[in-house]
């Protein structure tokens, strides 16, 4: 398939899907119940000023999270904050960098995760992502670290990377449980979560995967001010 065949494609899966009005027409109410059983979100920046999602996969309680939304509005719901990236994200840490960013730095959690972990509905989920960002949202991810892989993580990724792109594999870097010096080599301890090896705790915002912090939300509070006082 040519490049414009590829284009013509995201043209139309975004119109049939609505994702050029998904930021203001879709709410997922659930986001509070869904993060206590799929921990996930964006955090700050590294240290060229690119977004930092963190997603804490070792968690994941799939019956849990099925009791309090379904898969298709999950999906959804990521498709959304691709969306708020590319609209939102991308366009604040651009002018808080003063450069240009569009590209986003990823920590994926594996503590605790092995072939067991990976059941057909947690399969469902991760195929459903992997599709929809590989067709719709490519070359938007600059650079990968997975921590916390064990001895089980291990086997499952070397089952999988065949079946990845090789310019996403080569993105991707997997530690073990030493992996906070990596860590601050790319995202400042004050930026970092504590559980990460960092000081940041967003006490006051019930915890870093749940306080979306970073320009985008500095930007949009500034906006919101200026909206009030005219």
């Known amino acids: 398939m040519d490049e414009t065949n590829v284009f013509a494609d995201m043209l ?13 027409e879709f709410d997922f109410k659930e986001l509070n119940e869904v993060q206590k059983y799929y921990p996930q979100g964006y955090h700050s920046v590294d240290k060229e000023g690119r977004p930092v999602y963190i997603e804490r ?23 959304q904050q691709y969306e708020k990236t590319i609209t939102i994200r991308f366009p604040a840490c651009s002018v808080a960098a ?7 730095m990823a920590i994926l959690d594996v503590e605790g995760v092995s072939f067991k972990s990976f059941t057909r509905p947690v399969q469902n989920v991760l195929m459903q992502l992997r599709k929809v960002y590989d067709n719709n949202y ?10 916390n892989a064990g ?10 990377k ?15 449980n030493k992996y906070q010096s990596k860590l601050l080599e790319l995202i400042d301890e004050s930026e970092l979560p504590d559980f990460l090896g960092g000081r940041c705790s967003c006490k ?14 500095d ?4 906006d919101h001010e200026l909206k009030l006082k005219k």
């Open 98 to 104: 003063n450069k240009h960013i569009n590209r986003s």
């Open 12 to 24: 139309d899966w975004r119109k049939n899907f609505g994702s050029n009005t998904i930021i203001k």
């Open 138 to 147: 490519p070359e938007t991810l600059c650079k990968m670290v997975i921590v």
């Open 151 to 160: 001895p089980g993580f291990r086997l499952v990724w070397n089952a999988v």
């Open 57 to 79: 996969l070792g968690k994941i309680d799939m019956e849990g999270l099925l009791k309090v939304t379904t898969l298709d509005r999950y999906v959804k719901y990521q498709i």
């Open 219 to 222: 930007i949009s509070m500034a």
């Open 204 to 217: 006051y915002e019930g915890g870093c995967l749940r306080s979306d912090r970073g320009p985008w939300k």
């Open 162 to 176: 065949c079946f990845l792109d090789p310019d996403t594999v080569s993105k991707i870097q997997v530690l073990g």
